[in-house]
């Protein structure tokens, strides 16, 4: 009985930017959500990961970060001047599917990393902010 108590516990669906370490947050890219402005912060690619710098003068909360629209990393925080690396292998879109971020053992071809934006929530509203991203092409 306790374990059956716990899986249901656990079939939650995360929101957008609540996601845990523990929990799926795959889920479709926001369709009516547009871009409202562009950052000044990097996301850097190297090989598999992305290296995120915040530049900005404004710390973020809760938050997701988006590669190519369709891939989605939740981040919990990111403060003023704050870097943090994802393996890129950890995106997932509405699918579970996993960004094909290469690496030594990958089978298939890395994607590219050709758009990565921040999903957050600003004066009570969630929005889509861009960032720069640069670096290397998929090894």
Not at 17 to 46: I, N, V
Not at 68 to 90: I, Y
Request: charged residues 20%.
């Amino acid at each position: 009985m306790c374990l059956l108590a716990l899986l249901v516990a656990g079939c939650g669906l995360p929101t957008a930017l609540t996601a845990g370490p523990e929990s799926t947050y795959a889920r479709p890219f926001p369709p009516d959500l547009l871009q409202y402005e562009q950052l000044d912060m990097q996301a850097r690619r190297k090989g598999h990961e992305l290296t995120i710098t915040n530049s900005s003068a404004q710390r973020f909360e809760a938050s997701t970060i988006w590669v190519n629209q369709r891939f989605s990393h939740p981040l919990q925080s990111l403060d003023m001047g704050q870097r943090v690396t994802l393996d890129l292998r950890q995106f997932v879109d509405e699918y579970s599917e996993h960004f094909r971020g290469g690496g030594f053992f990958a089978t298939q071809q890395p994607a590219d990393v050709m758009l990565v934006q921040i999903e957050t929530e600003r004066d009570g509203q969630i929005v889509l902010l861009g960032l720069v991203s640069v670096g290397d092409t998929p090894n």
